[in-house]
């Protein structure tokens, strides 16, 4: 995998003064830099645009995107070699307050106009294809049963290459919803990359910041104050899977044939209790 201390390390020599200035801020600063569009960086080096773009080919990315994709990923896999495992428990406190600290911050970052434009997509949609990786995919699945209940002809996929193919096939009036916890994943950017460019619409659950809910039509945007495993698997599930339920609960109130799925499921459920 490509890194950008590597690049940056091996393609110094190659660059002028300026385009080591940008490099060099990047380096020190790569919180901030990927927030950054292109050019409110080039506005901070006082550079336009284009010498930004010079910039990352000169390091062997196709553009600034790229460049903050690959150091959003070395980011998170530095804070995940970094968590000590003996410190989890003591970070971790009271679960009943830590779960409502939670759902209080998500409540304050969640855009109901957001819910709202999620809930009339997937509520119109033809298709609709969920994406997702690793810890994420366990709210991946837990709203494909919930659409599936709801009638929407729907699929859960995992595999990136999978996910690009069936992105492929996905038309104007079909949906994505991207799942992540960082919102930095590569494949997952590829693939609802290339579902916008055959007119699909992409909802993320994502953190606002993030390159991937950048690149949604809708952002639904995830809140982890404080992450207990850097890779997921606790704080993330618990606020996607407080965002799933919100908009589970948005479409069933708008969608009539959704209510109309709903009602023949129960029925499904007392046949099968008998």
């Known amino acids: 995998m490509k890194s950008f201390i590597n690049q940056f390390n091996e393609k110094l020599p190659a660059l002028t003064k300026i385009e080591e200035k940008i490099a060099r801020f990047i380096l020190e600063n790569p919180e901030s830099s990927v927030k950054m569009s292109v050019q409110s960086l080039a506005a901070k080096a006082s550079v336009a645009p284009s010498t930004v773009i010079k910039m990352c080919r000169k390091l062997g990315f196709s553009g ?16 995940a070699r970094n968590v000590n495992l003996d410190d989890v428990q003591s970070n971790f406190g009271d679960y009943n307050g830590f779960v409502a600290e939670l759902i209080e911050a998500e409540l304050a970052h969640l855009r109901r106009e957001e819910l709202e434009k999620a809930s009339e997509i997937i509520g119109n949609a033809r298709y609709v294809d969920i994406y997702s990786f690793g810890f994420d995919s366990i709210e991946g699945l837990d709203l494909y049963h919930k659409l599936v209940l709801l009638g929407k002809r729907v699929q859960h996929i995992e595999n990136g290459y999978m996910q690009m193919i069936s992105a492929s096939r996905l038309k104007e009036g079909d949906a994505v919803v991207a799942i992540s916890s960082t919102g930095t994943s590569r494949d997952l950017y590829a693939a609802v990359k290339h579902a916008k460019h055959f007119k699909a619409k992409v909802i993320s659950i994502a953190p606002e910041s993030s390159i991937l809910s950048k690149e949604a039509d809708v952002a639904l945007n995830t809140h982890f104050k404080k992450l207990i495993l ?3 698997g606790i704080a993330t599930r618990i606020v996607q899977s407080f965002v799933i339920d919100e908009l589970f609960i948005k479409i069933l109130k708008k969608d009539e044939k959704a209510k109309e799925y709903y009602e023949r499921f129960k029925e499904v459920l007392d046949l099968k209790r008998r």
């Open 64 to 79: 600034f995107s790229e460049l903050k994709l690959t150091l959003a990923s070395e980011m998170n896999l530095a804070l």
């Open 230 to 232: 850097r890779d997921g």
